[in-house]
């Protein structure tokens, strides 16, 4: 399975990668005014037409201020959580590792973008025949053996695409070779059940934009206990249900009947000539 | 406001009003798309719709299962006088509910590609199938007075024995659909199956007016729909705030949704009978109202004991809008409303019923809020607040459903003495 | 490390450019599984340096029936290795760009306007202001030493022209007896 | 650069001091990534931090201007410690060699300054000379006026703590700079230095180069793989430009434009080509002669005759100083009538560009060529400014873009790669080929009926295979201009090479320079590029190769890629890369060696076929070797510190506060050029670029992508002095100087901090200069700021450092 692997400490901020990003995938400009978030950074969030992003962070490392960089994008979860969420299949997992989406059966509900935990996938809030927008991993230049278009423009090589099985064994080099000068996780590799990609940073992942106090399980295992239920549930309410008003309906059966029961004796008793019994009412 | 329809008929126009002015923006809606007339944005892809039209709407259109199922299930006959009501309002208002999904869905076109591609693992697919089918069952509930209106007495008898059949047919399907897996449905479907021929077997003329296994699917789907909500939210831990989010939240849903039931079912009652001038049997509506203080008490000892177990007390207590928010819910729309309802005196009245159903409802709608909406909230970021558009729509849709029951309730035989009358 | 991407594109020193056709320089390997539907198949690609800053770094451009179709890095260029910078990347948005000047503009004195005006009437007119600057500037002599320059004439510019148009920029100058001769590496 | 782009890989240590590398050039930062990925430390120093510094291992503050005293500082550290590579300085630097006994240095000032003038006499600057005619010499670098020693004496008064007093670099840090980058004094160790604007953009540019230069020098830096001085070029062809001349003082290939003191060529060849009597001196300037000859030859053809000197009374001769601001100066006392612009945008670009922009309306006419409406096209309806006030006449032409046309440009590492023709030109537009001869076209037809000096333009030697009246469907052929570049047999000729005669027919191409000729047999448009273009074919064009394969050596050389100047040498000044006996100095990446079976070079081109030790590696010296002392410079001959023209802090080295060799403008013309105070203006200002946006941003800002990203302009400080002001980010300020003010975003950032100055706090702000008023993104230049005051040697102006203030806008909304 194809991934990428994003080493921040190797990342200059300078953003080929977002405009290669938009030149490959024909993405049109935002309307931007001075810098929209830290440092440089244009525009505010991954957007329709943004799939990609850089983040400057001021920091501090090791006593020193530090100025360092993220990329933000779709990280193509191994089960992605909006995969989990798509009502129809619209967004899914490939096995060559992009996560894509199908316009043509998309309802618009927007699950997605409210159950992915990486906050990425994007709508088309200004158009009537509207779309969920995210980075695709460039899958069409995947399918023909090209890597994805930002991977391809990044000048300092902060972004590698391969397998992602070696991208981890990569990651984990790297970290071993230089244990100082990175954080020890490699973030993706865990995350939500894993993703396809993988970030290396020398501060802490959040401090670059990143989710954090994620789960190890993938999205799915959350909303798994509820749908795993629905069958005991379906069976449990029939059952019981179905026995319960069986039980209520015997139970009015058998009153109606004794009170027929002590209608006709009433009949047969005042046919008799009794009066009847005082407690009825 | 009680008698907001009976002393002028500007409260009429008003509410066409709001209706026709929904409408046009819904048409705007459709022409500029829903960045025209809403705030939503990517941080806020869920609002004011999904929180009122959808999870409130859905939640207080309750009604219709549980005095359904109360009544032809449980026996409790006393109630028999609201079923029909009850039904009417839950079947309008799916219906305005699933006609708000139509404005509120970006690609709403596509709405059929839900019936052929299946996601088992999705929430929202368990969400998609229950409204369309529980839906279907409604309208089944719904029909009998347009039947006895016009006099379809054919139809009628024909309806009584497919729906049964058509029960059996729609639950397999779904069952299928959510589990993949023919063992489970076959399970089901010979329960069903089961139940059908002991019924036919044995059961009394009465009970068989409605038939009980549309009673029971009615029930099953509205248990699987309300808390399908609920668990839309469990896939956003990292989104919504911890004093909502819970692996609980299905259940929680499901427990809100049979508490509001029989005060929706008062404040409707009370309300509608002033305007439409039906007067609503006081007996019936106290004994709803001497149900509450345990429906109520069941939800908060559950939703507190989840709070608890969460830990997640501390941001109870801590002082932010979530906890404010958090905080009314709670107070205004459970615990208040359970001490007035525990008072004897109050549930004799018309009045109290009233405020104290009114407060849960209010409460309901805003637990569905703070979830949907308040709890989704991140204060460094952008704050969403719904557009005056957004609003309007919602108002509108509001209004098209009061106008829709005005003329059921005008027109069908929906309430006791009329039904009595047709016997 | 072994993960570059010229290591992954196997793609070393691909063939000619200017009429390959193929998929950004992958002249081979994928070339047979080639889906008409992919952005680039079946274009002309013609290489190019990027025309920014002074690395020069490589890149190709995609075109298809003559229109443009794609820019990207030269895989093959030893110092880019098909990477590019965010303006490099950009060079899409000069090549089709609807503010591209595409006409002759003349803005008459004092007017508040541009006028559009035929090449042939501005290079006429314009070898005419030369010839009036020159001959009214013209200094053939300072004092008693030959200098042949024209003073009242200045020209400027060249850091963004092709060598062979800035040694004509500057055979052209000279012969003109322009000493007022400066581009941006003064600056 | 001397080495190019790959060649930083090789460096054991980079500095990169007054270049913003990784924003300015990103993909060079590639190179530097893994050189840093092999262990090689990057060192940064830089007023401010930047994404270069987050890159850097180590980062250095220091105050802009200072660049002098901290770099001599270092050259001090190196003497001090002996961190010097002695077998290299000894035999291929001048720092054995004896200066002239008069030479003295006393507060600030060399002897032979003039002060009424502000000009050195360069007299007693020089070597002195042995009865040989030879310059005295004391390899054992003991001589007290040797220039070892005179340097020792001179960087002495460069202490850390003075060195700090004044830049205020904090202490710790110069020091770890310090003893990092003179760790390459070891011969297997090599340190290259990345430079751009921000070290010529000053009073003191060439001087800040000088260091950068006299530190390599003694680390033994200069030659060898992953070494040099290397000046990152911000423009695509800014090289190439240059290498053709279009600056007012040379001529293609760096031949000096004649002086009207050099009546004939004779004369000229006289005053600039130079003799050694060294035997071991190549002194290549000395085949001067055949170098001008040859291009005039190629100018003026069949017209260029031994008898009229070859034409050279056609070239203009010129008096004293031409540059850029001389030019503004002129332009605005009305001495210019007419101005063309291929490409350039001073309204935004140029320093005190207010001054500029009011300059273009003295113009009767302007010619601008561009793919975009620019500001300096548009100057006549710039903000404030009611056009029917502007009299002058602007022809705007529609110029094609880089992938529309065929031709070459030339990086700053000297590749000279071909591009080719993708797309035809939109709309009207045209190249500046076809614009430039055109227009010739049209002049000579002009001229054809007389006019001042008409044969200068009739008899040029112009023919690119287009017809008389302009076509716009028929495009010159670049090919006949590229061949005619690199050079022709104007006849038969046989030519002894080394012994050997070689024979040409007339019109065959020359296939190197050494072979041009000064009688008139060959013709070359630039002698450099002799060697591009061989044969008469386009596969001739060796500017177009792309044989990716590398040489011998393996240090990323690619010999067969493009094309680079002279002769296509990769790395210059590589035979100081190797010991006298022609053994690398590193030989784990040699750039040559000497094959003793084969009795030649492998690797690079050298700098000469001779065997080693046989000439002294620096060829373009007429001493042979590298200057530690440079005699010839219009400031000193080694590198002194001055404070930039407007500064908050006296000089602590001396008494002298500017370079006391540069021209004061705001003395000889005042009128817009005022110089402002430390009591108005107490914040130190310096302008530079983003790398989203390229130069005068008509390339970048007419880019909706680009825009996107940095889509106004702005200014950056410190946090403590937007405290100060009361500014917080994102606010509207004004930034203000005596000569202009405007309105920016504030970017309040801890990538700035005050400095701590001769003891006291002092803060600099810095403010971007891409910005104007045409465009999708808008705003104005910060060369409003900027003054016309330059370089004392190449009147490049003093951008990088001025005094400002900072005002936040307060009441309008912005």
Redesign the interface.
């Known amino acids: 399975m194809n991934a990428m692997l994003i080493d921040s400490t190797r990342c200059v901020g300078c953003r080929a990668c977002q405009i290669a990003c938009k030149s490959w995938n024909e993405l049109p400009s935002e309307k931007t005014q001075f810098f929209a978030g830290k440092g440089y950074q244009n525009p505010k969030d991954l957007s329709a037409t943004t799939w990609t992003l850089i983040t400057y962070n001021e920091t501090k490392r090791r006593g020193r201020f530090d100025w360092v960089f993220g990329k933000r994008q779709c990280m193509h979860c191994l089960l992605p959580a909006c995969a989990t969420a798509c009502p129809v299949t619209a967004l899914k997992k490939t096995p060559e590792g992009p996560v894509v989406y199908d316009s043509s059966i998309c309802l618009g509900c927007r699950y997605c973008q409210l159950a992915c935990p990486f906050d990425v996938p994007r709508f088309e809030w200004d158009k009537v025949f509207t779309k969920i927008t995210k980075c695709t991993m460039c899958a069409d230049r995947v399918a023909e053996g090209m890597e994805p278009a930002c991977c391809k423009a990044c000048p300092t090589d902060a972004i590698v695409f391969g397998e992602r099985s070696k991208l981890l064994a990569e990651a984990h080099a790297r970290i071993d070779a230089n244990p100082l000068n990175y954080v020890h996780h490699v973030f993706g590799e865990k995350e939500m059940g894993g993703t396809c990609v993988l970030h290396l940073s020398d501060v802490p992942h959040q401090e670059l934009g990143h989710a954090g106090g994620l789960s190890e399980e993938p999205a799915s295992a959350y909303s798994r206990p509820a749908m795993a239920s629905i069958p005991f549930v379906l069976t449990g309410l029939g059952i019981g249900l179905g026995a319960v008003s069986w039980v209520v309906n015997r139970r009015q059966q058998l009153a109606a009947q004794q009170k027929e029961i002590e209608r006709l004796h009433e009949i047969a008793e005042q046919a008799e000539g009794k009066e009847p019994g005082g407690t009825n009412s | 406001m009680t008698d907001f329809f009976k002393r002028t008929s500007s409260g009429l126009l008003v509410l066409y009003a709001l209706a026709a002015f929904g409408l046009l923006l819904i048409v705007y809606r459709f022409v500029m798309g829903l960045g025209a007339v809403t705030n939503l944005s990517d941080s806020y892809p869920w609002g004011l719709w999904i929180g009122v039209d959808v999870l409130a709407g859905i939640a207080l259109a309750s009604g219709g299962f549980v005095v359904a199922g109360t009544v032809h299930l449980f026996g409790a006959n006393k109630y028999h006088s609201l079923t029909r009501t009850a039904i009417t309002t839950a079947f309008l208002g799916y219906l305005i509910f699933i006609f708000g999904l139509i404005v509120d869905l970006g690609r709403p076109w596509n709405l059929w590609r839900a019936l052929f591609n299946w996601n088992h693992t999705s929430p929202m697919f368990e969400v998609a199938w229950c409204v369309m089918l529980y839906t279907s069952v409604l309208l089944m509930e719904f029909l009998p007075p347009v039947f006895e209106r016009f006099k379809l007495t054919a139809l009628h008898e024909k309806w009584k024995t497919m729906v049964p059949w058509a029960i059996v047919f729609i639950l397999g399907i779904f069952t299928f659909a959510m589990t993949d897996s023919l063992i489970w449905t076959v399970v089901v479907v010979f329960v069903l199956l089961f139940w059908e021929l002991v019924f036919r077997a044995g059961l009394s003329p009465r009970s068989i007016q409605m038939p009980l296994l549309m009673i029971i699917a009615g029930v099953m789907f509205s248990t699987m729909h309300q808390s399908s909500l609920g668990t839309l939210f469990t896939l956003a831990p990292h989104k919504l705030h911890p004093l909502w989010y819970s692996p609980m939240l299905p259940v929680l849903f499901l427990l809100s949704a049979v508490m509001v039931a029989p005060a929706m079912v008062i404040f409707e009652s009370i309300v509608a009978e002033r305007s439409l001038g039906h007067r609503a049997h006081m007996n019936v509506l106290s004994s709803l109202g001497r149900a509450m203080p345990w429906l109520l008490g069941i939800y908060l000892v559950v939703k507190v004991g989840d709070l608890l177990a969460r830990g997640a007390v501390s941001d109870a207590l801590s002082i932010s809008w979530q906890s404010f928010s958090w905080w009314g819910e709670v107070l205004l729309g459970v615990v208040l409303p359970f001490t007035l309802f525990l008072s004897q005196d109050l549930v004799q009245k018309r009045v109290g019923l009233l405020t104290a159903a009114a407060l849960v409802v209010l409460g309901l709608v805003w637990n569905r809020v703070n979830v949907a909406v308040v709890g989704m909230i991140d204060l460094e970021g952008d704050v969403y607040f719904p557009y005056w558009a957004e609003i309007f729509i919602t108002l509108g849709l509001i209004s098209l459903g009061i106008l829709g029951y005005r003329l059921a309730s005008l027109h069908l035989p929906l309430h006791e003495e009329e039904t009595a009358a047709t016997h | 490390?072994n993960?570059?991407?010229r290591g992954?594109?196997g793609a070393?020193?691909?063939g000619?450019?200017?009429i390959a056709v193929g998929?950004?320089g992958?002249t081979k390997?994928?070339g047979a599984?080639?889906?008409k539907t992919?952005?680039t198949a079946e274009t002309?690609e013609?290489?190019?340096?990027?025309?920014?800053?002074?690395?020069?770094?490589?890149l190709i451009?995609s075109?298809r029936d003559?229109k443009?179709v794609?820019?990207?890095?030269d895989?093959?260029h030893?110092?880019?290795?098909?990477?590019?910078?965010?303006?490099?990347?950009?060079?899409?948005?000069?090549?089709q760009?609807e503010?591209?000047?595409?006409?002759?503009?003349?803005?008459?004195?004092?007017?508040?306007k541009?006028e559009e005006k035929s090449?042939?009437w501005?290079?006429?007119?314009?070898?005419?202001?030369?010839?009036k600057?020159?001959?009214?500037?013209?200094k053939?002599k300072?004092g008693v030493?030959?200098?042949?320059?024209?003073?009242?004439?200045?020209?400027?510019?060249?850091?963004?022209?092709?060598?062979?148009?800035?040694?004509?920029?500057?055979?052209?100058?000279?012969?003109?007896?322009?000493?007022?001769?400066?581009?941006?590496?003064?600056? | 650069m001397t080495s190019h782009w790959i060649d930083m890989i090789h460096a054991d240590v980079a500095m990169v001091m007054g270049s913003n590398v990784v924003e300015n050039h990103p993909v060079a930062a590639k190179w530097l990534a893994r050189a840093k990925e092999r262990g090689s430390l990057i060192l940064n120093v830089d007023p401010r931090y930047t994404r270069t510094s987050s890159f850097a291992d180590h980062y250095c503050q220091f105050r802009s201007g200072t660049d002098v005293a901290f770099v001599n500082g270092m050259i001090n550290y190196a003497l001090e410690h002996d961190y010097i590579q002695r077998e290299y300085v000894v035999n291929y630097t001048n720092a054995s060699f004896i200066i002239n006994p008069d030479i003295g240095f006393h507060d600030g000032l060399f002897s032979g300054y003039d002060e009424a003038k502000r000009k050195y006499d360069a007299a007693t600057w020089q070597y002195e000379m042995g009865a040989d005619g030879m310059p005295l010499r004391d390899l054992t670098l003991q001589h007290p006026r040797c220039v070892y020693q005179l340097m020792k004496r001179h960087f002495s008064r460069y202490d850390v703590d003075t060195v700090c007093s004044i830049t205020g670099a904090p202490r710790e840090d110069y020091l770890k700079i310090c003893r990092n980058y003179t760790s390459t004094w070891a011969p297997d160790r090599v340190g290259t230095w990345l430079y751009a604007m921000g070290t010529t953009q000053h009073t003191n540019g060439t001087q800040n180069i000088r260091t950068y230069a006299i530190l390599q020098l003694l680390l033994g830096n200069v030659g060898l793989a992953g070494g040099g001085v290397n000046a990152l070029r911000g423009e695509s062809n800014v090289q190439g430009s240059t290498d053709f001349g279009l600056l007012f003082h040379i001529l293609p290939g760096y031949n000096p434009s004649p002086l009207a003191a050099e009546q004939g060529l004779a004369a000229y060849n006289a005053a600039n080509t130079p003799t050694s009597k060294d035997p071991k001196s190549a002194n290549w300037w000395g085949n001067r002669p055949k170098y001008v000859v040859s291009m005039l030859k190629a100018w003026y053809g069949d017209h260029a005759t031994a008898a009229n000197d070859f034409g050279y009374d056609f070239l203009p001769k010129r008096d004293g100083d031409y540059s850029h601001i001389s030019l503004f100066e002129a332009m605005y006392e009305g001495r210019i009538q007419g101005l063309i612009l291929l490409g350039q945008n001073p309204a935004v670009g140029g320093p005190n560009s207010l001054k500029e922009r009011a300059a273009l309306e003295k113009l009767e006419w302007m010619v601008a060529v561009d793919l975009w409406q620019t500001e300096t096209s548009t100057f006549w309806r710039r903000p404030g400014t009611d056009p029917a006030s502007v009299q002058t006449e602007v022809f705007l032409l529609p110029a094609c873009s880089s992938v529309e046309k065929e031709g070459s440009v030339i990086n700053s590492g000297r590749w000279a790669q071909w591009r080719y023709k993708a797309l035809e030109p939109v709309g009207e537009s045209a190249s500046d080929l076809w614009i430039l001869d055109s227009l010739f076209k049209k002049l000579r037809a002009e001229y054809a009926q007389g006019g001042a000096l008409p044969e200068a333009i009739t008899k040029l030697n112009w023919d690119y295979g287009t017809p008389e009246q302009p076509d716009r469907h028929q495009e010159p052929d670049v090919h006949r201009v590229a061949r005619e570049i690199n050079g022709y047999f104007t006849r038969d000729t046989t030519i002894d090479d080394k012994g050997t005669p070689k024979s040409f027919k007339k019109g065959d191409q020359v296939p190197g320079f050494p072979m041009l000729q000064a009688d008139g047999s060959t013709a070359s448009g630039n002698w450099l590029y002799c060697n591009s273009y061989t044969g008469p074919e386009p596969k001739d064009n060796k500017l177009a190769r792309r044989d990716g394969k590398d040489a011998a050596n393996e240090i990323g050389l690619y010999p067969n890629w493009a094309w680079s100047w002279p002769m296509n040498r990769r790395i210059l000044y590589n035979r100081a890369s190797v010991d006298p006996a022609g053994r690398p100095w590193n030989p784990k990446k040699w750039v040559i060696r000497w094959n003793e079976t084969e009795k030649k070079w492998e690797g690079d081109v050298p700098d000469g076929p001779w065997p080693p030790g046989e000439k002294h590696p620096f060829i373009m010296r007429a001493d042979g070797h590298a200057a530690l002392w440079a005699a010839t410079l219009k400031d000193g001959p080694l590198p002194e510190f001055y404070e930039p023209l407007e500064s908050p802090q006296h000089n602590l080295m001396s008494s002298v506060q500017v370079n006391p060799a540069i021209k004061l403008w705001h003395k000889s013309n005042p009128e817009l050029n005022p110089v402002g105070e430390e009591a108005t203006y107490p914040i130190i200002g310096t302008t530079y670029r983003v790398s989203e946006h390229w130069q005068a941003g008509a390339m970048t800002r007419n880019l909706p992508w680009l825009a996107e990203l940095v889509p106004d302009a702005f200014v950056e400080m410190s946090q403590a002095l937007a405290n100060q002001r009361g500014i917080v980010n994102g606010d509207r300020v004004q930034v203000v100087t005596a000569r202009g003010a405007m309105d920016v975003y504030a970017l309040v950032t801890n990538r700035f901090q005050p400095f701590r100055v001769d003891g006291r706090l002092v803060h600099e702000v810095g403010v971007v200069w891409h910005f104007g008023w045409e465009g999708i993104v808008k705003g104005d230049s910060a060369n409003v700021l900027t003054s016309h005051v330059g370089d004392a040697n190449t009147m490049i102006p003093e951008y990088k450092a001025f005094l400002c203030d900072v005002r936040k806008i307060t009441g309008g909304v912005a």
Request: hydrophobic share 40%.
């Open positions: 490390m993960l570059t991407r992954f594109l070393t020193g691909a000619v450019l200017g998929v950004l992958l390997a994928a599984s080639r889906r992919f952005k002309k013609s290489s190019t340096i990027c025309p920014y800053c002074g690395v020069g770094c490589g451009v075109t003559g443009l794609n820019i990207e890095g895989p093959d030893p110092i880019n290795e098909g990477a590019l910078c965010s303006k490099g990347m950009s060079l899409f948005q000069v090549a760009n503010r591209r000047l595409q006409t002759v503009r003349y803005r008459a004195p004092g007017s508040d541009w090449w042939d501005a290079l006429t007119e314009i070898a005419k202001r030369i010839k600057t020159r001959d009214a500037t013209f053939a300072d030493r030959l200098v042949n320059r024209t003073e009242g004439l200045a020209c400027l510019g060249g850091a963004a022209l092709d060598n062979e148009e800035a040694y004509l920029y500057s055979k052209l100058a000279r012969s003109l007896g322009v000493t007022w001769l400066e581009h941006q590496a003064r600056i």
